[in-house]
């Protein structure tokens, strides 16, 4: 049995891992962490903290759907107990990226802007494809989140956007063509925000050349598919090295 601490368990995301969590028999939450600790220590099965410092016991693996202000004290702490790390928040700062780098020098770290498998399967694809066409297509990529999300383009948007740009020789990101009138340069790479209703999350990537279109696509019906990613991630960490690592290291021992 693997004990979990569940950083933002009383958000949706985290409410949605305690599901998970709870439907198999080989993770269990051993505490919580949360700013509406107050609240939801009558509500959760766990005991529920307003700081990951403030419990005192140990754990096998942090799994974290807070928000990214939160990594320094995960860090500080996982460093110190020695305890690895799944960070599914995103909107990290260029600091708090160095920060998960330098952590990921004493623990595991395990961090993905999203942590579906689908998509993370999507974006292994994505790099065969763009390899194979080269610059003679162009990519555009086509995000659509709910009306509620507060970031764009989104997290995984860019994750495809800079796997895609690491199997072209020159790339640039464009977000935004109306203010520029001109051709389009091969070297681009489209990014387009969606924002309506209560769509769960949804990506495009088009290839784009003369006389024929590639097109490869992935949509979310349930945030159940990224708390159960999460767990897959908690299960292949434990006892790892220190390194960092993604989905990618997931999908190529399945």
Do not use: W
């Amino acid at each position: 049995m693997i004990n979990v601490i569940l950083c933002g368990c009383g958000g949706r995301m985290g409410r949605a891992v305690t599901e998970a969590i709870n439907s198999g028999d080989s993770l269990r939450v051993v505490a919580g962490v949360d700013i509406n600790a107050d609240s939801l220590g009558t509500t959760c099965a766990f005991p529920v903290y307003h700081s990951i410092a403030e419990f005192p016991d140990k754990a096998d693996v942090i799994i974290d759907f807070s928000h990214h202000s939160a990594l320094p004290a995960l860090s500080e702490y996982a460093t110190r107990t020695g305890t690895p790390l799944v960070i599914a928040t995103t909107g990290h700062s260029e600091e708090e990226m160095a920060l998960m780098l330098e952590t990921a020098k004493s623990v595991p770290v395990f961090f993905s802007r999203n942590m579906s498998i689908g998509i993370n399967l999507l974006i292994e694809m994505s790099r065969r494809v763009a390899k194979a066409l080269g610059v003679d297509f162009d990519v555009e990529i086509i995000e659509k989140h709910h009306n509620q999300k507060l970031d764009a383009p989104s997290g995984t948007a860019l994750m495809i956007a800079e796997a895609l740009g690491e199997e072209r020789e020159e790339t640039e990101f464009v977000y935004d063509r109306h203010s520029v009138r001109a051709k389009r340069r091969s070297s681009e790479i489209g990014i387009h925000s969606v924002r309506g209703g209560t769509i769960v999350g949804e990506h495009e990537v088009i290839f784009a050349g003369k006389d024929e279109i590639v097109t490869l696509s992935h949509s979310a019906t349930s945030r159940e598919i990224f708390a159960n990613g999460a767990l897959k991630a908690a299960e292949f960490i434990v006892g790892k090295a220190p390194a960092l690592y993604n989905m990618s290291d997931v999908i190529n021992q399945i």
